[in-house]
């Protein structure tokens, strides 16, 4: 850390340019990343550029560095943005929120995990276990999260699939007494279709590649990837992704978290299931669609613990209510193939949401009297999946690209009116700058 205190390149605050162009912002962001500074000020705010390589930039050492210190006391860098909210936090009990904004690939993931361990390393290493408790809880539920919320894509070989605003609670003395994560908008289309050279969920082929013969051989499994229509596009794709050895660490931080055994291969045969579902095909007989491969039905039917009858009927029909009359009427085969589909990704869908609310269980504020301890704070983090353009752009696509879009406008909209009023407060002539 010394040594880059004393070597900066170009300006580590952009507010410092003397002339503000596009190429002039860019050579100063080139040449600070050419150098190994990947981060760079705008005043309050830190630009990133993912350096797609591990840095020896967040140890214990770097985090000393920045503890209880100003903004810009230190080279620019992720963990002043993070003492700068706890301080804040702190100092006038009132809530912060850090967002992490960019494209997809930019490293928001990476950037929402190293502000939680900075915050987890900064509290009090105080003897009450509830507040290490906390601490380890936050952080082991970033890799199960990611496990079932996260995808490798083109940009990117860890890519969240969901929205994430996690909110991590704090007593008067500043300790983490607990958080809790609110998801949006799963890309739940993923389970049954990806782009080419993309995957589907991490957790498939983590199960698939890390699950013992037995766990396989109960779930009616195999380990061939390509086995599986769902997830046959990314089964021969290469990536830095170490699927056997993730899974043993996401059932390891789940049983820390507090699933059961029984909770963890119910998830398991959920996942089998919708592998197995994808799968199933239908064949017709006269206009009457049927199943073709009747033994995968008996398989789905065990691992969901229902009928056989029962999950043919959800596959060949569907329910339609008529006034006072509700009748069952036969899909075609277009229709049975849609249905299969959509009822893979409202179980996977379903799966994911229960896996969060589990989670808010263990880690949500419990048994704290504001009267007798003082109100406690938050400090927000939103993680929020970036904008991308495909060939073939979805529903859910366009959803989070206008999600991403409105975000930015927010936050330029916060920074313009912040330095508006600072630039009147302190008399400096200024043309204002309306805002939408």
């Not at 985090?63 to 209880?68: D, V």
């Not at 002043?80 to 702190?90: E, L, P, Q, T, V």
């Not at 940009?155 to 996690?166: A, H, I, L, T």
């Not at 508006?420 to 008399?427: F, I, K, L, T, V």
């Amino acid at each position: 850390m010394a040594e880059q205190e004393s070597l900066e390149f170009g300006k580590a605050d952009f507010v410092l340019m003397d002339t503000v162009s596009m190429p002039e912002f860019m050579a100063n962001l080139r040449l600070r990343f050419e150098k190994g500074r990947i981060y760079t000020f705008i005043g309050e705010v830190v630009v990133s550029v993912n350096p797609y390589k591990s840095l020896n930039i967040y140890g214990r050492d770097t985090i000393e560095q920045y503890k209880g210190r100003e903004l810009y006391e230190r080279p620019p860098h992720l963990f002043a943005i993070a003492d700068a909210a706890y301080k804040a936090m702190k100092r006038r009990s009132k809530d912060t929120c850090i967002v992490i904004s960019g494209e997809s690939g930019a490293g928001k993931t990476e950037a929402s995990k190293y502000i939680m361990q900075y915050i987890a390393a900064i509290t009090n290493p105080s003897q009450r276990a509830e507040v290490e408790r906390v601490k380890n809880m936050l952080l082991k539920s970033n890799c199960v999260l990611e496990a079932f919320g996260n995808a490798k894509t083109n940009r990117n070989d860890n890519s969240s699939r969901f929205g994430k605003y996690m909110d991590i609670n704090f007593d008067f003395k500043g300790d983490p007494i607990g958080g809790h994560i609110n998801n949006y908008l799963l890309e739940k289309s993923r389970v049954i279709v990806q782009q080419p050279g993309e995957r589907s969920f991490h957790s498939f082929y983590q199960l698939l590649q890390g699950g013992s013969e037995q766990i396989l051989r109960s779930l009616h499994l195999q380990k061939s990837l390509s086995s599986y229509s769902y997830i046959h596009v990314g089964a021969q794709l290469k990536s830095s992704i170490n699927d056997a050895a993730e899974f043993k660490v996401v059932a390891d931080a789940m049983k820390v978290i507090g699933f059961k055994p029984e909770e963890i291969q119910t998830v398991y045969k959920i996942l089998a299931a919708i592998l197995h579902l994808g799968n199933l095909q239908f064949v017709v007989d006269g206009d009457t669609p049927l199943i073709e491969n009747g033994k995968v039905v008996s398989i789905i039917a065990e691992l969901l613990s229902t009928k056989t009858d029962m999950v043919e009927k959800a596959l060949l029909y569907r329910t339609v209510a008529t006034g006072r009359d509700i009748i069952d009427k036969q899909h075609t085969e277009q229709e049975a193939s849609y249905g299969r589909d959509a009822f893979a990704k409202a179980i996977y869908e379903r799966l994911f949401c229960w896996i969060v609310t589990r989670i808010n269980d263990v880690i949500e504020v419990k048994n704290y009297d504001t009267t007798i301890h003082g109100k406690n704070t938050v400090i927000g983090v939103l993680d929020i999946y970036g904008f991308e353009i495909f060939d073939n752009n979805s529903f859910e696509q366009f959803c989070i690209n206008y999600c991403n879009e409105k975000l930015q406008q927010l936050f330029i909209q916060l920074v313009l009116k912040q330095e508006q009023e600072e630039y009147q407060r302190e008399g400096i002539p200024w043309k204002h700058v309306g805002l939408l």
